[in-house]
Antibody, heavy 119, light 106 residues
């Protein structure tokens, strides 16, 4: 069974930094493309960033240059380094797995971790 | 960037009704489209990928059609457990844009 468990969500300051982690199990993590998506309170889904099985990375324009996605295949863990935080980054952040090793439909989602950016 | 427009934004239907949700892409995305269901307070769930392929374990009441720019998600006979917000998402290329969502109520 695929399990994705996010952590690291907390209250952050505008201009500050946070790092989210996602512990993965139940599948071959190193071969899987992974992604982060977010959902602001009461709003729709927004794609944030993805990393392929070959470590190619992709970012939404809204986070490009501020967020960095990475993975540690030895720890089966996905990360999202969030720098220069903005109030509009406030959202539930979901770690998710694509159906294969490339960016495609999202087959599995974690429960999410809440990031609140406020002074 | 390709925009994804869903309609309607919300709908109310009766148990047993046939419900149709549409998603329109601003450019041709072939069949690189997925549909997700998000029940209140829950995480999204993949229903359909490649525009028309039912994800394993998903009820056959759900079906998807379309190619190019126009896509449809149909619930053949609405049940109370189908109360949720439904999102389309294109994945032909990045950014992986979601539609704005369609809230389905009974």
């Amino acid at each position: 069974e695929v399990q994705l468990v996010e952590s690291g969500g907390t209250l952050g300051q505008p201009g500050g930094s946070l790092r989210l982690s996602c512990a993965a199990s139940g599948f071959t993590f190193s071969a899987s493309a992974m992604t982060w998506a977010r959902q602001a309170p009461g709003k729709g889904l927004e794609w944030v960033s993805s990393i392929s099985g070959g470590d190619s990375t992709y970012y939404a324009d809204s986070v490009k240059g501020r967020f960095t996605i990475s993975r540690d295949n030895s720890k089966n863990t996905l990360y999202l380094q969030m720098n220069t935080l903005r109030v509009e980054d406030t959202a539930i952040y979901y770690c998710a797995k694509f159906r294969g090793s490339v960016v495609t439909a999202i087959s599995d989602w974690g429960q999410g971790t809440l990031v609140t950016v406020s002074s | 960037d390709i925009q994804m427009t869903q309609s309607p934004s919300s709908l109310s239907a009766s148990v047993g009704d046939r419900v149709t949700i549409t998603c329109r892409a601003s450019q041709d995305i072939s069949n690189y489209l997925a549909w997700y269901q998000q029940k209140p307070g829950k995480v999204p769930k993949l229903l359909i990928y490649a525009a028309a392929t039912l994800q394993a374990g998903v009820s056959s009441r759900f079906s998807g059609t379309g190619s190019g720019t126009d896509f449809t998600l149909t619930i053949s006979s609405l049940e109370t457990e189908d109360v949720a917000t439904y999102y389309c998402q294109k994945y032909k290329n990045v950014p992986l844009t979601f539609g704005g969502g369609t809230k389905v109520e009974i």
